[in-house]
């Protein structure tokens, strides 16, 4: 076949066209992708990429090494720390167990095992220690004496505290006050009581007093000097309850109102809604509510109820606050007897029985056969303890409460029903505490 048919056959301007084509596109790659400086951006670019990200691997390591330096750190401070606090503990328990061991060694040498005995024993030592310096809590624990006394008994423990900051507060206003005026200085006693807790050791003191000996019914007067620790819904100072015809109680009904009864009659009546009311500086805010302070402020409470022949009629029965005359009903105190026996202070004494305990302290509780009037009244408040009743005329009771020490309560009335001190399920560490006032 001849050239000039193969090229009519297969085209041969098509197939220069297609060589053209390839030989372009070749260039064009050529230029695009093949140059020299083209690579070497591209491979320069991938260097810098690489050294960016060993910078901040190394950054990392560094940072890295240095937090864990620190952890290191930290945790060997930790184990002094640690040490130390040990070693703290250790002297603080070693003082606290040379302590028990005294006092358990003083336990062998009783003639008879009795808490009553070791209970007051550490407080006196510990309060010595303590001197007049309010202490806190912790403070407070470090003493060995406390410490002890807290494990023998939590509730006991926490009252003694609260108590003897409350005395080192007052003891030391009451010094600076006689220091002031150039006296002696005198100590006035009170007994505290625990009232309702949750762990059976209410405290309280059992007398033979019974209202109905000494016909109240015809003329009376209750005097008594109270500093409410807690204050809370029926809570009784001291009294005797048999049945709701007779009644001798001296309380709070709530933390708002009185509550003072004798006979069939409840007086249960807010301070503020008093004939007159008790002010403001007596009373703490709660809520809508005026309540007694619980900050260690003592209240001079007085019922009075006039004499009168029989029971025929109704008499006149008073509250008085603090010197002044606060409420006045007319009430017939009717009936008496029953077999509950002798009043009972720091609760009242229901078929005798503990009941309704207050947490409060009580000083010279004075009990009248006749009524006394507004200016005897006046006098005993102002007088506040220095006031004596023994020997008065028509006194059935007194208990000063001014022992300091023992488990007896004094009646220096020529009656002589002295108080014994009680505890709910025989728990003598649960005793009232003597403090000064």
Same mark, same amino acid.
């Given at each position: 076949m001849s050239l000039e048919l193969l090229k009519e056959r297969f085209g041969h301007s098509g197939v220069i066209k297609e060589a053209d084509n390839r030989e372009k596109l070749h260039e064009k790659f050529n230029v695009q992708f093949n140059t020299k400086s083209d690579f070497k951006s591209i491979k320069d670019q991938h260097r810098d990429e690489l050294e960016e990200k060993e910078r901040i691997i190394e950054n990392l390591e560094t940072e890295t090494s240095e937090l864990t330096n620190e952890v290191i750190t930290l945790k060997k401070d930790k184990?002094?720390?640690?040490?130390?606090?040990?070693?703290?503990?250790?002297?603080?328990?070693?003082?606290?167990?040379?302590?028990?061991?005294?006092?358990?060694?003083?336990?062998?040498?009783?003639?008879?095992?009795?808490?009553?005995?070791?209970?007051?024993?550490?407080?006196s030592v510990s309060r010595k220690k303590q001197g007049n310096v309010r202490l806190s809590w912790d403070k407070w624990l470090k003493i060995s004496e406390n410490k002890y006394l807290f494990q023998i008994n939590q509730s006991i423990a926490k009252k003694v505290f609260k108590d003897t900051n409350l005395l080192i507060e007052r003891n030391v206003s009451y010094i600076n006050r006689k220091r002031t005026r150039g006296g002696? &200085?005198?100590?006035?006693?009170?007994?505290?009581? $625990?009232?309702?807790?949750? +762990?059976? /050791?209410?405290?309280?003191?059992? =007398? %033979?007093f019974n209202?109905?000996?000494?016909?109240?019914?015809?003329?009376?007067?209750?005097?008594?000097?109270?500093?409410?620790?807690?204050?809370?819904?029926?809570m009784f100072a001291f009294g005797r309850y048999h049945s709701n015809n007779e009644r001798?109680?001296?309380?709070?009904?709530?933390?708002?109102?009185?509550?003072?009864?004798?006979?069939?009659?409840?007086?249960?009546?807010?301070? &503020?809604?008093?004939?007159?009311?008790?002010?403001? $500086?007596?009373?703490?805010? +709660?809520? /809508?509510?005026?309540?007694?302070? =619980? %900050?260690?402020?003592?209240?001079?409470f007085v019922v009075t109820y006039d004499d009168r022949a029989d029971t025929s009629s109704g008499a006149d029965r008073k509250l008085y606050v603090n010197g002044v005359l606060r409420q006045t009903d007319n009430i017939n105190w009717e009936h008496t007897g029953g077999g509950t026996g002798g009043?009972?202070?720091?609760?009242?004494?229901?078929?005798?029985?503990?009941?309704?305990?207050?947490?409060?302290?009580?000083?010279?509780?004075?009990?009248?056969d006749t009524a006394k009037d507004a200016t005897w009244v006046s006098s005993v408040y102002t007088s506040d303890t220095k006031g004596d009743h023994t020997g008065a005329n028509n006194l059935v009771g007194y208990w000063k409460f001014n022992e300091g020490s023992g488990t007896t309560i004094t009646d220096h009335?020529?009656?002589?029903?002295?108080?014994?001190?009680?505890?709910?399920?025989?728990?003598?560490?649960?005793?009232?505490?003597?403090?000064?006032?």
């Open positions: 184990a002094v720390l640690l040490n130390e606090l040990k070693e703290s503990r250790w002297m603080e328990d070693k003082v606290h167990l040379t302590a028990k061991k005294l006092y358990e060694d003083k336990i062998k040498t009783m003639s008879y095992v009795d808490s009553t005995e070791l209970i007051p024993l550490l407080i002696d &200085v005198d100590i006035n006693y009170a007994l505290t009581f $625990s009232g309702n807790t949750d +762990d059976a /050791s209410e405290s309280y003191a059992t =007398t %033979d209202p109905d000996t000494y016909n109240l019914n015809l003329g009376c007067t209750v005097s008594y000097w109270v500093r409410p620790d807690e204050v809370g819904n029926t001798f109680v001296f309380g709070i009904n709530r933390k708002r109102q009185a509550y003072m009864s004798i006979g069939q009659n409840q007086l249960k009546k807010s301070w &503020v809604n008093m004939d007159t009311p008790v002010e403001e $500086s007596l009373l703490v805010q +709660d809520g /809508s509510y005026w309540n007694l302070k =619980t %900050d260690g402020t003592w209240y001079h009043m009972y202070f720091g609760a009242r004494n229901v078929s005798n029985a503990y009941n309704n305990g207050w947490a409060c302290a009580l000083s010279e509780v004075a009990i009248y009335s020529v009656n002589g029903n002295h108080g014994t001190f009680g505890a709910i399920s025989g728990n003598t560490t649960a005793y009232p505490i003597w403090g000064e006032r």
